[in-house]
């Protein structure tokens, strides 16, 4: 009870002295900035090459519209369509590259004799762009559901079984030098001390792994694919409609720092003893 | 020949013998001699401390002892059982050897409490809430309650070196080895970990095998130091402290105290300095 | 990973064990391809791509062709031109980032919501913007490695130890002296990172450009790997899109290598062990 006061408490303490601080206002001079510089070169100054990007009031004035020009604005359901067709196959990938990826690179750090046979293997596979599997992917799977899934599953496992597998290498040996000690199995030493102890690593990866997620989808999406935000932005170019290949970029983006921030979340509420120890040592 | 009392004060079990030890290391095939035919009796219930220079191989004897290591030749033996030898390469990790570590290996992803539990929780022949019961008896007779929730990251390193040794005799161990425990700490927080270690040391009688390069802790804290020749570790020199347990701080000031040191110190000095010299060869 | 590092740490029994599961998979995959032919029965997946045999046989009958060096040519120049142009931006502002704070509080926070866009949804964007196709894979290229480089850089730069710089200024260090002496050799380990893994992004935005642009203006050779894997899919030359994948494989890996032996050059300390 008191300590989620105390958390609360703090919450409001940083918050204040954010607000105190220059940093808020440098953040908004900074946006200012970038916004101004959009306005004035497309629409005021009309500069060389900037004349025919879309500009900033169309994109807003598109994007807020309950009756868009080209269709697609905050009023109408085709565009949480295509957000939401977008957010599944993130969802179904990256939950199926954590699900085996996690423990795949778990079993890697912590047998000698799995990372032996399986790690050479891995590195073969790694150097390769993701990407170049978008043809491949397209004949080994059928539709054009799977492929899209399968390219961003792939990156986000690779990054996941990677972090993980160096979590586990960087445990101190004395933490489970310390559990045998006391008594613990092989297998209450795997689930006590390896797992929670690379859990800041299979966080770090999860980080990462969401981030090409994104990534990748939206390469697998502009290539093949139907719906989806990546495919916005493509078939606006092609029908040119320009303004709304900015509105995709913006979603996209959106989007992309709010599922990081949900990962970023997850891992403190699952690391709350890193979460302690940094509130109490951080500045 | 110890200053052991020899009284029913002492326990029964907990002896160990090492018998004729050699390791020798062979990384990259240049062969190493960490330790050098080397015997020490410790009878149950000792303090025995052993003091050397850094790097000599005593934590290589510690390690062999508690199961991390194997032996080259030669015996160990808890209560006339053989630990390691010839037939048995390594030692099993257990709970009748409980390691208290250089660095702290307490898991910083557990409370204080969660940690003082992990050994029986691990064997699993008590109940969960008999286990707690006990732990939280253990933490207020050690002077520790209050920190029950508390992650080991929140809390002064000295309160986490008791923890530690809490943590230890949870599963009412035989023997303790201890590798330098006190080594990061700074020496007023350490004089009172000494009288707190002895506090705990009256109050459950177990056999201490203390690794230590500090004189001082060595004669207030042990019947017995045992000064270590550096690389290869052999027993150089073996120093009685005669001077009755229980003991507290007046202990520093006594004559006794300045003699036991006087005699020690000269042997010690010389060895680090064979130590320095040869560590200034391999660099 | 560097490769004598590799073979030590895999030698003996371990480089055994890594060879036999190489083997297996290759085996498995050969095996797989050919089930239909075999066993009449079609193993999922695997069964609908070529054996590593044909792949072989085509890579061997590319060697002698131009144009698939060509390929290599192109994709090589375009990463490192976009990569450099992203050193030469991004390291200066990463550092200037770093040690003034009133241009931290502006341009960071813009930055951070940029990043989350990923590079390839520039694609049609900077094709709009640029005049040449060269110069839009470019850009698009040249944004894969930038952020990167950047985050890494202001990381490495604010997390110098400040006894460094303390006892510089104690010595009687100027601003410059400490900039140059302290600031910037310190940083260099970061900046060795974040180029290692922004040429590794890099490689996977030039696969991707090329293949969605459709190669450059001239179409055909000068398209580079990427376009390479995607004109032998549409060409339904299933061969050579396992050799292209495997290509750029390799290709990544040199420059990556390459990097890192640069990158060792640079920061001789840190060679331990």
């Not at chain 3, 196709?133 to 950047?150: C, D, K, R, W």
Request: hydrophobic share 45%; charged share 15%; glycine share 10%.
């Amino acid at each position: 009870m008191s300590q989620s006061n105390a958390t609360m408490n703090l919450t409001m303490y940083r918050i204040s002295s954010w607000l105190k601080s220059p940093k808020p206002y440098l953040m908004f001079v900074g946006f200012g900035l970038v916004l101004s510089f959009w306005y004035f070169s497309v629409e005021v100054w009309k500069l060389p090459r900037f004349q025919d990007m879309p500009s900033l009031t169309e994109v807003f004035e598109e994007w807020f519209s309950e009756d868009p020009y080209y269709g697609l604005s905050i009023y109408t359901p085709e565009y949480y369509k295509h957000i939401g067709i977008s957010l599944r196959r993130i969802a179904y990938a990256f939950c199926l590259a954590t699900a085996l990826g996690v423990p795949l690179g778990l079993f890697l750090g912590w047998s000698q004799k799995l990372r032996e046979y399986i790690f050479p293997l891995f590195e073969l596979l790694r150097p390769i762009p993701v990407l170049a599997w978008v043809p491949l992917a397209i004949i080994m799977f059928s539709g054009s559901e799977t492929p899209v899934i399968f390219l961003t599953f792939l990156a986000s496992f690779f990054a996941t079984t990677l972090n993980t597998m160096l979590g586990v290498e960087s445990i101190d040996e004395e933490y489970s030098r310390a559990a045998y000690c006391l008594g613990a199995s092989r297998w209450q030493t795997f689930v006590h001390v390896v797992v929670p102890g690379a859990m800041p690593y299979i966080f770090t990866g999860l980080q990462i792994s969401i981030g090409v997620a994104w990534f990748s989808l939206v390469a697998g999406e502009m290539v093949s694919g139907q719906y989806g935000l990546g495919y916005i932005i493509n078939t606006a170019y092609i029908m040119v409609q320009y303004s709304q290949i900015i509105i995709g970029m913006i979603t996209l983006g959106l989007f992309g720092y709010v599922t990081s921030a949900l990962v970023r979340l997850a891992g403190d509420y699952m690391m709350q003893w890193r979460v302690r120890e940094l509130a109490l040592g951080g500045d | 020949m110890s200053t052991l009392p020899k009284d029913d004060s002492m326990p029964i079990k907990g002896a160990i013998r090492i018998e004729d030890v050699v390791k020798v290391y062979d990384p990259d095939g240049a062969a190493v001699m960490a330790v050098d035919h080397c015997s020490i009796d410790i009878p149950a219930g000792e303090i025995c401390m052993i003091v050397g220079p850094s790097g000599c191989g005593k934590t290589t004897l510690l390690n062999t002892i508690a199961g991390f290591h194997g032996l080259t030749s030669g015996h160990i033996y808890l209560d006339d059982e053989v630990l390691c030898g010839p037939g048995k390469e390594k030692a099993e990790p257990g709970s009748d050897r409980i390691v208290v570590f250089q660095n702290g290996a307490l898991f910083p992803w557990k409370t204080n409490l969660d940690n003082i539990a992990f050994g029986p929780m691990m064997e699993g022949k008590l109940s969960k809430d008999e286990i707690y019961e006990k732990a939280r008896k253990m933490m207020v007779d050690a002077g520790l309650e209050g920190t029950e929730d508390s992650f080991p990251g929140e809390v002064s390193s000295g309160l986490r070196r008791r923890v530690e040794i809490v943590r230890a005799l949870m599963n009412e161990p035989k023997v303790l080895l201890f590798d330098e425990p006190y080594r990061a700490l700074d020496s007023l927080t350490k004089s009172v970990m000494h009288e707190a270690l002895l506090d705990i040391y009256y109050k459950n009688k177990v056999t201490i095998f203390f690794i230590t390069h500090d004189l001082e802790e060595a004669i207030f804290l042990g019947h017995r130091l045992i000064i270590m020749s550096s690389r290869p570790c052999k027993p150089k020199k073996i120093v009685e402290v005669d001077i009755p347990h229980p003991r507290d701080y007046s202990v520093l000031t006594s004559p006794r105290f300045r003699e036991i040191m006087n005699e020690a110190k000269g042997v010690v000095n010389e060895e680090a300095r064979k130590a320095f010299e040869a560590g200034e060869k391999e660099g | 990973m560097n490769i004598t590092k590799v073979l030590r740490k895999f030698s003996g029994r371990a480089a055994l064990r890594g060879v036999i599961a190489i083997i297996v998979f290759i085996a498995i995959w050969e095996f797989g391809s050919r089930s239909l032919d075999l066993i009449g029965w079609r193993m999922p997946f695997v069964g609908l791509i070529p054996p590593p045999s044909s792949v072989l046989a085509s890579w061997t009958g590319l060697f002698m062709e131009p144009s698939y060096w060509q390929s290599w040519y192109m994709s090589f120049l375009r990463v490192f031109t976009g990569f450099i142009v992203a050193m030469i931006i991004g390291i200066p502002l990463g550092l200037y980032m770093a040690i003034n704070r009133t241009f931290y509080g502006i341009a960071f926070p813009s930055f951070e919501i940029l990043r989350p866009i990923p590079p390839l949804a520039w694609v049609p964007a900077s094709i709009i913007f640029w005049p040449t196709q060269e110069m839009s894979i470019a850009f698009v290229t040249f944004l894969g490695a930038f952020y990167t480089i950047v985050i890494n850089v202001l990381g490495g730069a604010k997390s110098i130890n400040r006894q460094y710089l303390q006892a510089a200024q104690s010595m009687g260090a100027s601003q410059r002296d400490i900039f140059r002496r302290i600031v910037l050799p310190a940083t260099l380990p970061s900046i060795v990172v974040g180029s290692a893994v922004g040429m590794g992004i890099t490689w996977e935005v030039v696969v991707a450009a090329e293949m969605i642009s459709g190669g450059g203006a001239g179409g055909g050779a000068s398209g580079g790997l990427g376009f390479f894997i995607w004109s032998s899919y549409v060409g339904g030359s299933y061969e050579q899109i396992i050799v292209g994948m495997i290509s750029i494989g390799i290709a990544g890996y040199i420059s990556s290598e390459l990097l890192r032996k640069l990158g060792g050059r640079f920061t001789p300390w840190l060679k331990t062990r």
